[in-house]
């Protein structure tokens, strides 16, 4: 079993920046796949970005690349989201999900991720 917990949800204004941090613990030796997703009120849950452990590889939605930042300190079973420039739409509750395998092209969908954290808000006002 894998657990994540969720912290540095807040409320920003538009064009500020906020970091999320996700921690690990648990049998964490065979995830080699993180991720973030983001459900607004109302919509669906989509993939925000996703960070493949062994090649150091990341992925990111259209929306926020550029924007966004994904990184790992696998020292400490942490994975982060660095988010900049932020805007209304990102408004939403992020969580972090934790994965075995699964191949590339589905890094941002969430129906192939096991492990996932009970989320923290991010809200954004204009």
Sequence with gaps: QVHLVESGGGSVQAGGSLRL?????GDTSNIF???????APGKA???VAA???LGKKTYYAHSVRGRFTISQDDAKNTLYL???????????AYSCAAEP????????RETYY?????????????
């Design 21 to 25: 941090v996700c921690t690990a613990s």
């Design 33 to 39: 796949w993180l991720a973030w997703f983001r459900q």
């Design 45 to 47: 849950r989509e993939g």
């Design 51 to 53: 960070f493949y452990t």
């Design 82 to 92: 660095e988010m900049n420039n932020l805007e209304p739409d990102d408004t939403g």
């Design 101 to 108: 395998a699964l191949a590339p092209g589905d890094a941002l």
């Design 114 to 126: 096991t492990y996932w954290g009970q989320g923290t808000q991010v809200t954004v006002s204009s």
